[in-house]
């Protein structure tokens, strides 16, 4: 489903290491992207627009050359920028990110998720309030709506790890379970002989490699990440 | 509501409040629920003294200009945007003339440092915007070899803006609702590191979660304990084990796939024993000394960054675990500030604005003096502490 090497080229290029100003060694990646908002007269910019019709993974990434680009050469360009922090909560690396327009204000949540940062469509169902997007709970048409469990945030604000700084992100929990699904279903593959490799455990840095490269690919499918 | 704000005698007072282990034995650790919930009370009832400033620059023409600040004795488990309120109705519509009060958006104010300009993060318990002020300026103005004694702490005197909230500085959009999502992701991420997952908060009904929040915004000390004593940790007894020759686990990519691996391990070593297998196992599954990790964060001094890592409740002494102490714990955070003994730390730590005495164990800490959303947070001063 994911392929290594050059269909991942444009999802690891571009980063540089940061260190913290008063400690040495305490940084993250950071990378300057530009995007554009969106201009579809047929998709107005709300969240239900960006759900996919099922609920399938949308794995596919390469644009349809066919399909008429939406966004236009005279849209004002935003800047992007994005880390990749460690979370020291969850222990894995996290996908912050801000996004300004051309006055340096920051974009509202409905804005910020018709630019051509985010994947359409969407491949997964979720509810926006102003200042995050959820994942609705599993099961949650079998309960009360009283005792209904609350919906998981996948986007919402924090201050970055390292910076302090107010920033998008994606929670780390929820790529991480991908992520270790993905490398579970490979390693089955393997296995049965369905996929290249021999099948052996990978280990220390091999491991952290294939971890960090599944994790671009997951990521990848909600965010643009080719730089 | 005002009346509790201003007419609450300060109880922020160290000389009253030493957090210690209680048992007179340091391995064998308080397990006394009476003291645990004591404890609880007096994190809850802590207040810090605010004095609110209005930015006379963004006063319109007709405002009451004699009126000019307001005191307030604020909890130090609440947040800024909690007390706009009772800010509101006690200084800023008596500032401001009709018109203007009618066209104030409280979505747009803000908060800074008047000596400092330091921007307030609104996402702060109050108790650590204060103690972060304390350690900062006990940096900038350095006087060695000079301990205070205890009196009643100046005000964090704080400058409110009606406009222009800065977005680089501050999460946009600074609301009750955000503060509330900010609030419970706090709560979640105290959990995840407390267990490997989120299953007790998450298990919560959406009327209990509601209720964690609900019982910090009405300051109501039963309402807000009924719901977290079903996710914080009880710090039940502490019993020294003997550790196998691997001890304690480091971290490793094994890890990346299983986050209950270091959960189970750190279990599997130090799991206390009990004489009744029942009961034991039912208590100390949500024991104190039982967790993977204890959430804390670290704080220095403006501009340092803030640190976070895993804290394990135990360490090892030779073959045998032993509870993990603020002292150790510092020293491996920050070893040049926090030498081994004999040698004297170059600086102190603040808990809940009390200097925490080094035997103070982590995982009590956790049990007993973090927060409302779960954390522990510890500000340390470089020097001696003026407080």
């Known amino acids: 489903m994911y392929g290594e090497g050059d269909a991942l080229g444009g999802a690891v290029a571009g980063w540089t290491w940061a260190d913290h100003p008063m400690a040495p060694g305490y940084g993250h990646l950071h990378r300057t992207a530009f995007v554009k908002e969106r201009v579809d007269p047929t998709h107005p910019a709300d969240s239900d627009s960006l759900l996919s019709t099922d609920d399938e993974w949308i794995v596919d990434m390469d644009d349809d050359p066919s399909a008429a680009p939406d966004t236009q050469s005279n849209t004002p360009v935003l800047t992007v920028q994005q880390y990749i922090v460690y979370s020291p909560t969850f222990q894995v690396p996290a996908l912050y990110f801000t996004i300004h327009d051309s006055s340096g204000s920051p974009l509202p949540l409905d804005r910020l998720l018709s630019t051509t940062l985010f994947q359409r469509p969407f491949p997964m169902t979720t509810t926006a309030t102003s200042s995050a997007i959820l994942l609705p709970p599993p099961d949650s048409s079998l309960s009360e709506p009283e005792d209904a469990p609350a919906p998981f945030p996948l986007l919402s604000q924090g201050d970055h790890p390292i910076l302090g700084t107010p920033c998008w992100y994606f929670h780390p929990c929820e790529t991480s379970v991908a992520v270790k699904e993905l490398m579970d279903a490979r390693e089955r593959e393997q296995e049965q002989g369905r996929q290249p490799g021999s099948g052996e455990k990978l280990e220390g840095e091999a491991l952290w490699l294939r971890w960090l490269k599944t994790w671009f690919a997951v990521l990848s499918t909600v965010v643009e990440m080719r730089s | ?387």
């Not at chain 2, 645990?36 to 319109?60: A, C, M, N, Q």
């Not at chain 2, 009451?64 to 004795?73: C, K």
């Open chain 2, 1 to 387: 509501m005002s009346h509790r704000y201003t007419t609450r005698p300060a109880t922020h007072n160290h000389k009253e409040f030493q957090p210690t282990s209680l048992s007179s034995n340091p391995r064998h650790s308080n397990p006394n629920p009476a003291s645990t919930s004591l404890f609880r009370r007096l994190v809850w009832e802590g207040t810090v003294p605010l004095e609110i400033h209005v930015d006379p620059k963004e006063l319109p023409a007709n405002s009451d200009r004699g009126l000019d600040s307001y005191f307030i004795q604020a909890p130090r488990v609440s947040y800024l945007p909690l007390l706009i309120p009772d800010i509101r109705k006690n200084l800023v519509d008596l500032i401001l003339d009709e018109t203007a009060i009618a066209s104030v958006k409280e979505d747009d104010w803000w908060f800074e440092e008047l000596d400092t300009g330091n921007v307030m993060k609104w996402h702060w318990p109050i108790g650590l915007l204060f103690d972060h002020h304390t350690i900062s300026v006990s940096t900038q103005s350095s006087q060695s070899g000079v301990l205070s004694t205890p009196a009643a702490p100046a005000p964090l005197r704080l400058t409110l803006h009606f406009v222009s909230p800065p977005t680089d500085k501050l999460i946009i959009q600074p609301s009750a609702e955000t503060c509330k999502q900010a609030f419970m992701g706090q709560v979640k991420e105290a959990d995840f590191l407390r267990w490997g997952n989120t299953k007790r908060v998450t298990g919560l009904r959406k009327q209990e979660q509601d209720g964690l929040w609900d019982g910090v915004k009405d300051h109501n000390f039963d309402d807000f304990w009924r719901v977290a004593s079903k996710i914080f940790p009880m710090p039940t007894a502490f019993v020294p084990i003997l550790l196998h020759d691997n001890a304690l686990p480091s971290p490793s990519p094994s890890h990346i796939n299983n986050f209950n691996s270091t959960q189970s391990q750190i279990q599997s070593q130090a799991r206390p024993a009990s004489t009744d297998p029942a009961s034991g196992q039912h208590q100390d599954r949500d024991g104190a000394y039982n967790v993977r990790s204890i959430p804390v964060r670290v704080y220095l001094p403006s501009g340092g960054p803030v640190l976070q890592d895993l804290v394990s409740p135990v360490a090892e002494e030779g073959r045998e675990s032993k509870p993990n102490t603020l002292r150790n714990f510092l020293h491996t955070q920050l070893p040049l500030l926090f030498p081994s003994p004999p040698t004297s730390p170059l600086a102190y730590a603040l808990v809940q604005g009390v200097l925490a005495p080094p035997e103070s164990e982590m995982a009590w800490l956790g049990a007993c003096l973090a927060g409302a959303d779960g954390w522990v947070n510890i500000c340390v001063g470089v020097g001696r502490p003026r407080i």
